[in-house]
């Protein structure tokens, strides 16, 4: 029979495995580079609630920011300063372009006077694009997740808070499209981003944060100055390849001491 002590040292080594709370932080001169989807409560029996962060946890984690001496960028800024950013600098992305990144985030942004970005999806609307990664999501409900439109887009820009990114026209997924299909999806989704709004578009996001070599390349060649993926991690901006940013994802299933240790480390546990 198990003693006490023997179930204290299982439980103690399980929460050391899960959370990795002894590692020790990655150096604050890095910027933090934090992925959100949507700000919005979780839907009972849905998939993809990790994507939902309820607006709740998100004004606790900007909150948390602002308190703590963190300091806001856009992405394009925070990668054309990369060289004088200071200690503790954050930027905050959405992948997408849900309506509550205008009818939730933004207020709370705006309460603490941060900034984000956001990757907009150019053909979002009535898209269900869960398919194109894994067959067996079609239909799994983010197509009738409410999209912004394009007056949305255009508040957003108007707040001075927002950067407005590329995430291709479909959402589509660059490795299973050959060089002239994503040079498309790529390329005009700049372009259009740029002509609809009036808006620079430096940044991009991966789809699904699946791409390969061909799709680095032609991101660089449309004009692009920077390019984040999915993968989980804190770089230095001054030496990584910019079109393979790593990123911090804030999940809805993230409780505040998962958030704080990912800013510490950029990872939730030994492996995640």
């Keep these: ?95 997408d372009g849900y309506r509550d990144n205008l009818t939730n985030a933004l207020p709370i942004l705006k309460k603490y006077g941060f900034k984000a970005t956001i990757y907009l999806v150019n053909d979002r609307h009535n898209r269900d694009w869960s398919g194109y990664r894994k067959a067996k999501n079609e239909g799994a409900g983010l197509k009738d997740e409410p999209k912004l439109s394009d007056d949305e887009v255009r508040e957003l820009l108007a707040s001075g808070l927002i950067e407005i990114g590329a995430h291709t026209q479909t959402h589509a997924n660059l490795n299973s499209l050959d060089e002239k299909q994503s040079k498309k999806e790529i390329c005009h989704s700049k372009e259009q981003i740029e002509m609809q709004f009036q808006t620079l578009c430096r940044s991009f996001a991966y789809p699904f944060g699946l791409y390969g070599e061909k799709d680095k390349k032609i991101v660089a060649e449309c004009g692009y100055s920077n390019a984040v993926t999915t993968k989980a991690g804190i770089a230095d901006l001054k030496r990584c390849d910019p079109f393979e940013i790593p990123r911090i994802t804030v999940s809805g299933k993230d409780h505040f001491f998962v958030f704080w240790l990912k800013l510490r480390t950029g990872k939730r546990g030994v492996k995640k």
Excluded at 10 to 33: E, G, M, N
Excluded at 56 to 66: E, G, M, P, S, T
């Design 1 to 95: 029979m198990w003693s006490i002590l023997g179930i204290v040292m299982i439980l103690a080594a399980y929460f050391s495995y899960r959370y990795a709370w002894w590692k020790p932080a990655v150096d604050y001169r890095y910027p933090r580079i934090l992925m959100y989807h949507m700000v919005r409560d979780p839907i009972k029996g849905k998939k993809f609630n990790s994507l939902r962060v309820s607006p709740v946890d998100f004004d606790v984690q900007v909150r948390y920011l602002a308190e703590n001496g963190w300091h806001s960028f856009t992405m394009d800024e925070a990668y054309e300063q990369r060289r004088s950013l200071p200690e503790k600098s954050v930027v905050i992305t959405f992948d």
